[in-house]
């Protein structure tokens, strides 16, 4: 009497074989799949301050991805100046960033900015910012100068982003000589501006992109009262 056959490699071999067929399709169709996901990734960048302030990170900024004449929705950067894009936007694709205080700034997207990401430098709107300073004792409320600068005292420090002039319009110095110097930061130290040496009502040519130092004095130091009033470019 013949024996019952057994079906089971049968059925386990026809369910493998139908199995390498599905993977094929999967397989076949998965880079159209991979390319399309890749689309949907989300994509960032930063926005900064411009130079000499390249450091600090602007929050609240609005930016808006603008492809051809239509445009994106909007985003905005978090207190790390960092906004995400909710996809990877096409080279070619214009980002345009707002903020009340800065100057509107627009920038395309390039493979290169797609690849390595993007940090985006704004310019703080032209106007002229106010020092009032004033003090008892000049030597234990003000530093020396830094090195390379003459003087007794720094007065104050501060960054230009724009063209334009300092105006000192008023000024007590406690010192044997009432001598003012105005010094730029550069890469290799701090090198006498245009017009180094400070008159009262004067302008001083400065340019944007650089660190300034006021200083002040020269022989003896009072050690007494002394103020400043002034105006510099953003």
């Known amino acids: 009497m013949r024996g019952a056959v057994n ?9 493998l074989l139908t199995a ?17 996901l890749l689309q949907q ?9 411009a130079k000499p302030t390249e450091d600090r990170k602007i929050v609240g900024v609005a930016v808006e991805a603008i492809v051809g004449r239509t445009p994106g929705g909007s985003v905005t950067t978090d207190a790390d100046g960092r906004f995400t894009l909710p996809t990877v936007p ?3 694709t214009i980002l345009q960033l707002t903020k009340a205080g800065y100057e509107p700034t627009r920038v ?20 002229d910012v106010a020092i009032e300073r004033s003090g008892s004792n000049d030597c234990m409320d003000l530093p020396a100068p830094p090195d390379g600068v003459p003087g007794d005292r720094e007065y104050a420090r501060f960054p230009v982003h724009q063209d334009g002039a300092v105006i000192v319009t008023a000024a007590r110095l406690p010192f044997a000589s009432n001598a003012g110097y105005l010094y730029q930061l550069g890469p ?3 090198v006498k501006s245009e017009f180094d040496y400070v008159l009262l009502r004067q302008p001083l040519p400065v340019r944007g992109g650089f660190w300034y130092v006021l200083a002040f004095g020269g022989g003896a130091d009072l050690c007494s009262a002394w103020s400043l009033s002034a105006t510099h470019p953003n």
């Open 188 to 190: 290799n130290g701090w």
């Open 90 to 92: 096409a080279p070619g």
């Open 20 to 36: 390498l067929s599905a993977l094929e399709s999967v397989t076949a169709t998965t880079p159209h799949v991979s390319a399309g």
């Open 7 to 15: 079906r089971t490699p049968i059925r386990s071999a026809l369910a």
């Open 108 to 127: 395309t997207i390039d493979d290169a900015a797609l690849k390595s990401g993007l940090a985006i430098a704004m310019l703080p709107e032209r106007n």
């Open 41 to 49: 990734q989300a994509w960032s960048g930063i926005v900064h301050e």
